[in-house]
């Protein structure tokens, strides 16, 4: 397992936009070894799967809530995974989390063994 660290959340206005960023912390390691993902939850609700990259970035994956407005990539100057959240709407808001999977691709939460604190994303309608 690795430590991760989110950053980027914030509040905004609706329609507005967010980037959120997650790297990681533990030394010796990337986040270029790992498939990569952003998952969030909202108060009352359960973990929900936002968007994937797979280790090799060639494939990513999204809930059918943020197609067309997120994107998943990778920033490998930066060693960072990052999430750019455009048009967000009040529904978006929740806490963000990034994970990390030792498999080349992966799409459960169970495939993930290493999470962040997670970041607070609050959209103001």
């Known amino acids: 397992q690795v430590q991760l660290v989110e950053s980027g959340g914030g509040l905004v206005q609706a329609g507005g936009s967010l980037r959120l960023s997650c790297s990681c912390a533990?030394?010796?390691?990337?986040?270029?070894?790992?498939?990569m993902a952003w998952f969030r939850q909202a108060p009352g609700r359960e973990r929900e799967l936002v968007a994937t990259?797979?280790?090799?970035?060639?494939?990513?994956r999204y809930a059918d809530s943020v197609k067309g407005r997120f994107t998943i990539s990778r920033d490998n100057a930066k060693n960072t995974v990052d999430l750019q959240m455009n048009a967000l709407n009040a529904e978006d808001t929740a806490i963000y989390y990034c994970a990390a999977s030792n498999y080349i691709y992966a799409y459960r939460p169970d495939e993930y063994k290493s999470w962040g604190q997670g970041t607070q994303v609050t959209v103001s309608s």
């Open positions: 990259i797979s280790r090799n970035a060639g494939s990513t």
């Open positions: 533990t030394s010796g390691h990337s986040v270029r070894n790992y498939a």
